[in-house]
């Protein structure tokens, strides 16, 4: 009789057990699908705002007078502080709904950059997305504009040398994929920009991407890694698309191979077997 009640107890404590294991465990499953919608939602919502809206989109609006993206200002970064040289970044904000073209946008901009703060920032990334790059010099009391055509900006590094400071960074002019919106997914160039000359280098080969770059230790040179858009559809497809490396002379400002072709054509031998 002992033992039936023994058995009978131990039942109900697995029983009452598993209950709590299989509630713990759909409360789990429901916090990860929850996650995994916010995430998803997140994404589409970043990819969409963190772009340019394509020209064909932007022409469509301004022929009703309309616009949907606003300009806003990033806060200021002091990149020389000899000569107390800022960037200042320059972004744009999703409207809800497109406006009216004719009303202000100074009354809904965002709060105005803050100088004099005292606080000061060292050549680091600058991370976002940016359509233009103003480059404050507080000392002169003058701006200059990078640009006077629409281009989507990635992140923004600051490199320092002895007689110059060089900001890179990638760019993206047209909306290559046709997705509507210009931004990191189309065929983008690499930028280098010369604060100490006031003059913006363009970077870029047709139907490539820049992956990567990296400066030649001590140098003004680069080592660029581009991606080869085979299909020609307007996206580079990492996984399906191959990368090659090229070398930019600062000096001469001009691309070069650094692989040779017959070492090129041997490596593709090796990997096909005919060799």
């Given at each position: 009789m002992e033992m039936n009640k023994l058995q009978k107890y131990n039942q109900k404590l697995l029983a009452a057990i598993g209950t709590i294991i299989a509630a713990f465990g759909l409360v789990g499953?429901?916090?990860l699908i929850v996650a995994l919608i916010?995430?998803?939602?997140?994404?589409?919502?970043?990819d969409k705002n963190s772009g340019l809206l394509a020209d064909e989109v932007t022409e469509e609006l301004a022929h009703e007078n309309l616009r949907q993206q606003i300009l806003s200002y990033d806060t200021p970064r002091l990149v020389d502080t000899l000569n107390l040289v800022y960037l200042i970044p320059v972004s744009q904000k999703n409207l809800d709904n497109p406006?009216?073209?004719d009303e202000g946008v100074l009354?809904?901009?965002?709060?105005?950059?803050?100088?004099g703060s005292g606080k000061r920032y060292s050549g680091s990334r600058i991370y976002g997305a940016h359509?233009?790059?103003?480059?404050?010099?507080?000392?002169?009391?003058?701006?200059?504009?990078?640009?006077?055509s629409r281009v989507f900006i990635g992140n923004i590094d600051t490199e320092y040398f002895e007689d110059d400071i060089l900001l890179v960074f990638k760019g993206?002019?047209?909306?290559?994929?046709?997705?509507g919106v210009i931004n990191l997914k189309d065929y983008n160039s690499l930028f280098v920009y010369s604060i100490s000359k006031n003059s913006l280098r363009e970077l870029s080969?047709?139907?490539?991407?820049?992956?990567?770059?990296?400066?030649?230790?001590?140098?003004?040179?680069?080592?660029?890694?581009?991606g080869i858009d085979r299909d020609e559809d307007g996206v580079y497809n990492?996984?399906?698309e191959p990368g090659v490396l090229r070398f930019y002379n600062y000096s001469s400002d001009t691309l070069s191979k650094i692989v040779p072709d017959e070492i090129n054509k041997d490596l593709q031998k090796i990997i096909q077997g005919n060799k």
């Open positions: 499953l429901i916090v916010s995430e998803i939602s997140w994404d589409r919502k970043s406006e009216e073209i009354g809904i901009m965002d709060t105005p950059p803050k100088f359509n233009n790059i103003l480059i404050y010099d507080y000392k002169t009391q003058s701006i200059i504009k990078l640009f006077d993206v002019r047209f909306d290559s994929d046709n997705d080969i047709s139907k490539m991407d820049v992956l990567s770059y990296q400066f030649v230790q001590g140098k003004k040179d680069l080592i660029i890694r581009f990492t996984n399906m």
